[in-house]
């Protein structure tokens, strides 16, 4: 644990972002973004951190270092739930994935496989970030990382399906972005209205499943869902 400024606290699983310490830091993140204890106001999930923000006029850094002891101690020998398990459908290619060919002429691979290696993957969220609900999927395998453009796109739509270096994520919202955009699916991965508002949390494992555009158009009734 460390002091990140006079009201926060960064709790450290590892000095960098190998999988090693993965399913700890989400399992931490859960436990306390679920609990919402006192005296924490939010807990911040990376690769191999997590944050914790408190309000330094009623806290003190001793109160928060207790809660982090507490929650270790809780969490340690506790068994693992069964993950969540959720299949996108993603139309790839085309209008839908204007870097796809590119992806595929970088890695020497033709599109169909890319398509191919992308969806047969097994990708776990590891937090989300940059925009609400938008999930960084750890699990891609290196014959298709690709580089981020060296100029971000001003527009990328919801849903797009895109390969940022090592890792493979889903823009939830209209926003700009530098990742490589393979596929779009219709599903839903942000609505205010929904209770969660975020469709993927940390911890669930996201599979893709190829679809035509006709399949796309019909909307997110190909979402499936299971725990383990």
């Given amino acids: 644990m460390q002091r990140a400024s006079d009201q926060s606290l960064l709790v450290m699983f590892d ?74 459908p993603v139309s790839y290619g085309d209008r839908y994935g204007p870097d796809l060919e590119d992806v595929g002429r970088i890695n020497g691979l033709a599109p169909e496989e890319v398509i191919r290696i992308h969806s047969r993957g097994s990708y776990r969220v590891c937090f989300l970030g940059f925009s609400p609900g938008f999930p960084y999927l750890d699990g891609l395998d290196p014959a298709i990382a690709t580089p981020r453009l060296s100029t971000p796109r001003t527009h990328v739509p919801a849903g797009s399906v895109a ?13 700009p972005g530098g990742w490589r955009i393979i596929g779009r699916t219709a599903v839903r991965l942000f609505d205010s209205s929904r209770g969660p ?32």
């Fill in 15 to 88: 000095q960098s972002p190998s999988p090693r310490f993965r399913p700890q830091v989400a399992r931490f993140a859960r436990t306390l973004i679920e609990k919402r204890p006192q005296p924490l106001l939010d807990a911040i999930p990376a690769y191999a951190t997590v944050l914790l923000i408190f309000d330094p006029r009623t806290t003190r850094f001793r109160e928060v270092e207790e809660l982090v002891e507490r929650t270790l101690e809780e969490i340690d020998g506790a068994p693992e739930l069964a993950p969540r398990e959720i299949i996108i």
């Fill in 197 to 228: 508002a975020t469709l993927l949390d940390i911890g669930d494992v996201v599979r893709f499943r190829a679809v035509n555009q006709v399949e796309h158009a019909r909307g997110s009734n190909g979402l499936e869902q299971s725990a383990g």
């Fill in 163 to 175: 390969i940022g270096g090592t890792q493979t994520g889903i823009y939830p919202l209209d926003s």
